[in-house]
């Protein structure tokens, strides 16, 4: 199994300002996928980052608003930029399951933007 | 397009009792389903998972799980509930190996003592 860890576990942010979440994993992964979990909801998909391309979005995410970073294959960052209280959620980065349909998730940072 | 729903939002059990949280998808195939279970200030942490064959699967902390084709289900159950149950309970399905998961909204269970 993997182990994944995320920085920060939880921040209490100004609005208008940015703040980059880390996601290190112990082993070498093709694909990561970042998730937003808003209060009191499921996760949802934000983007897949795959290492030496660029991320992939899903509908009603940017790249101007979450820019990815994938520099290596144990290493991904997140960046919500220009924060507002709507961007406060759980964010969660994830990896496969080499071979296997499961994955793997961090704990979350928890975002609160005031 | 796929979804998972999972119809009940918060339960509530009584410690010792049975439980079973309900998970429907909605999927071209038979996609690979799991459940996983996040505790308070906790990430995900996977219960089981089904790929194929049989359709009773096994988990860890005494969890089981039923796949029912016809039904496009698949029920979390546990016969004796523990107070340290008491978390966020996730239905996830996977198209494939390495595919994103859809998730569904979760299902609050609450334990009394």
């Known amino acids: 199994s993997a182990v994944i860890s995320q920085k920060p576990s939880r921040d209490i942010c100004q609005r208008g300002t940015s703040l980059t979440i880390q996601c290190q994993v112990d082993s070498q992964v093709t694909m990561m996928f970042w998730y937003r979990q808003q209060p009191g909801q499921s996760l949802t998909l934000i983007a897949t980052a795959n290492q030496g391309s660029e991320a992939t979005y899903e509908s009603g995410f940017v790249i101007d608003k979450f820019p990815i970073s994938r520099p290596n294959l144990t290493f991904s960052t997140l960046t919500v930029s220009n924060m507002s209280p709507e961007d406060s959620s759980i964010y969660l980065c994830s990896v496969p399951n080499t071979g296997l349909p499961e994955a793997f998730f961090g704990q979350g940072t928890r975002l609160t933007v005031v | ?113």
Do not use: M
Not at chain 2, 13 to 38: D, H, K, M
Not at chain 2, 80 to 92: G, L, P, Q, R, T
């Open chain 2, 1 to 113: 397009a796929q979804s998972v729903t999972q119809p009940d939002i918060h339960i509530t059990v009584s410690e010792g009792a049975s439980l079973e949280l309900r998970c429907n998808y909605s999927y071209g195939a038979t996609p690979y389903l799991f459940w996983y279970v996040q505790s308070p200030g906790q990430g995900l942490q996977l219960l089981l998972k089904y790929f194929s064959g049989d359709t009773l699967v096994q988990g860890i902390k005494g969890f089981e799980a039923e796949f029912k084709r016809s039904q496009s289900s698949f029920n979390l159950r546990k016969p004796s509930v523990h107070w340290s149950d008491a978390a966020e309970y996730f239905c996830a399905a996977s198209a494939s190996t390495g595919n994103q998961f859809y998730f569904g909204t979760g299902t609050s269970l609450t334990v009394i003592p």
